[in-house]
């Protein structure tokens, strides 16, 4: 090692994109930058990632490396297999970027828990100690941070809070499972639920029409927020009264939609948060831009016992 002030190499893997950044001990990111995932075999996909590193690396020579994926994962041995980058499957990722960057700690995490860890962090949890951290976009994934560290669980895949089980005579769910809360809140079961409805039924349109007709006032749309709200709210008061929290934080494509989604979900948890430990329970959206890439780098510094921040955060 030089004298270089002490980084971490973060890197974000995701089906549309790929970031990297080098990121201080306080969470201030030093440089990143991103790339579309490419198209391509399992060599295609790592060669474009590589050069990204690289390029983000420059000089600099991290003490750790955080990675965030999306899933599944095989975290004991490093393998990823993304849902949406068909060319990675049980893809070896820690050992590839390990080989890249020199022989430092790697740590592999669920991209929902790097968002999680990132709002901790950095972002709107930052001033607490428990947080549940949600993306609601395509799918329903989460992350919860309980007492300063992100909870893993046995498996590594704790914090599935898009499929708590909240209606019980359910639609069927990607998972094998029923009434989960992602058969209502995702932006797809949105869209299929508002079109059941004769909402746009023979348009091709996204989650992205449905919030601004939402925000426009269509009763359809509203009504189908509304659904994936109180599911939403549900699967979140859920989780608060099981891990005792009141910090909750939504990101994610269909988190845009702003207060069609999050006014009713307020309403909602209200509603069905009447413990007193969860009383206070607030939703607030994300404040960055990037929280899983930050929460990625957290998951390195926290491999770097002398270095680590937590103690800091914790106060
Ligand atoms: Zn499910």
């Known amino acids: 090692m030089t004298d270089q002030p002490v980084t971490v190499l973060g890197i974000d893997i995701g089906g549309t994109k790929m ?46 490396v955080g990675i965030g994926s999306a899933g599944p994962l095989d975290q004991e041995h490093g393998l990823v297999s993304p849902v949406n980058i ?22 592999l995490g669920v991209d929902g828990h790097c968002f999680a860890l990132g709002e901790f962090w950095t972002g709107a949890g930052r001033d607490v100690g428990s947080l549940l951290g949600i993306v609601v976009s395509t799918g329903v994934g ?64 996204d989650a992205a029409v449905l919030s601004a007709d939402a925000a426009a006032g269509d009763e359809i749309a509203l009504s189908v927020f509304d659904d994936g709200a109180q599911a939403l709210a549900a699967g979140i008061v ?50 960055l831009d990037n929280a899983g890439l930050i929460g990625a780098a957290r998951l390195g510094w926290d491999l770097l016992p002398a270095a680590t921040p937590s103690e800091s955060a914790l106060r």
């Open 142 to 205: 989460a992350g919860i941070v309980v007492d300063g560290r992100p909870l893993l669980g046995q498996s590594g895949n704790a914090a599935h809070l898009g499929h708590v089980v909240v209606d019980l005579d359910g639609e069927a769910c990607a998972c094998g499972s029923y009434g989960c809360v992602e058969t209502y809140a995702s932006g797809p079961r949105m869209v299929a639920r508002a079109k059941r409805r004769g909402w746009r039924s023979t348009e091709d349109v």
């Open 86 to 107: 068909a060319g990675w499957r049980n893809f070896p990722l820690v050992d590839r970027v390990r080989a890249l960057v020199g022989d430092v700690p790697v740590r």
């Open 238 to 287: 859920a989780t608060a009264v099981t891990v005792d929290l009141t910090t909750v934080v939504i990101g994610g494509g269909v988190a845009k939609a702003g207060p069609v989604l999050f006014d009713p979900v307020q309403r909602w948890v209200k509603r069905l948060a009447q413990l007193p430990f969860v009383a206070d329970l607030t939703v607030q959206p994300a404040q």
């Open 19 to 64: 970031a990297a950044a080098i990121v201080a001990a306080d969470g201030e990111i030093l440089t990143k930058d991103r790339i579309a995932t490419p198209p391509g075999d399992a060599d295609q996909v790592f060669a474009a990632l590589g050069e990204l590193i690289a390029r983000v690396k420059g000089d600099t020579e991290p003490a750790a």
